[in-house]
């Protein structure tokens, strides 16, 4: 089974794509982990990337794209979430054509909707642990007391000037892909307010009548 879990920052792709993974064994891709990650490690890409990520704009496409070919082929191509890929309509053409010529389709593109004011409350209160990269809501899943508490960091585009640019980068040029996979025939919209169980039940139900899995 091989989807792509799509919406805006703070729509909970992050959230529902771990639960996916843990109950129904599917390898979770998150372009935006990988490249936390390498600016963690102060890496060449690291470097490269930071002031992208941290100014609330996207990473040039070539870049990303190398970064998802990876992750998709060191996991061998069956049964993988992409989270946060493609956020691009050339992110989505390349692989698209890639995905085709090795005969490994995505089955189905998953997109969240949640409105604003709830994208910015979701945002404004999630927390990082810094060395596993859990994520936690201040109300809705707050870090378990026995986390030692120095470790629970805001992300840094995660403040509120960065979250309006990155609200405004979605609506330019993100949203344009969910057009793309809406002509394929692939686009599934889900409801994603409510809780994590319910969002999650709404998921499941929608792809298994796209696929086995
Ligand atoms: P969120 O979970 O808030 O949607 P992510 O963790 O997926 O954000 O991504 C964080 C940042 O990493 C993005 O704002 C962007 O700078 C970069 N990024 C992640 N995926 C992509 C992508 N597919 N294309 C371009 N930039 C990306
Ligand atoms: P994304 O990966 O799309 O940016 P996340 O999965 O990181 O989104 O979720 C953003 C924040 O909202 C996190 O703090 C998460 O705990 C919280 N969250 C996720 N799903 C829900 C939900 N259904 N209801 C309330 N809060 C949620």
Known sequence: MRIALFGPPGAGKGTQAKLLVKREGL????????????????SALGQEVRGYVE????????????LAKEAINAQGNDNFILDG????????????????????PLHAFVSLVVPDEQLVDRLSKRRIHAETGDTYHLEHK????????SLIKQRADDKPEKVRERLSVYK????????????????????????????????????KERADI
């Open 27 to 42: 390898t979770h891709i998150s372009t935006g982990d990988i490249i936390r990650n390498a600016i963690r490690a102060e």
């Open 172 to 207: 330019e040029e993100t949203q344009p892909v969910e057009s793309y996979y809406r002509e394929k025939g692939m686009l599934v919209e889900i409801n994603g307010e409510g809780t994590f169980e319910e969002v999650y039940e709404r998921i499941v139900h929608q792809i």
């Open 142 to 149: 707050p870090p378990p007391p026995d986390v030692d508490a």
């Open 85 to 104: 890929y493609p956020r691009t309509v050339k992110q989505a053409e390349w692989m698209e054509e890639y995905l085709e010529g090795i005969d490994r």
């Open 55 to 66: 100014g609330g704009q996207l990473v040039p496409d070539d870049v990303v794209w190398k």
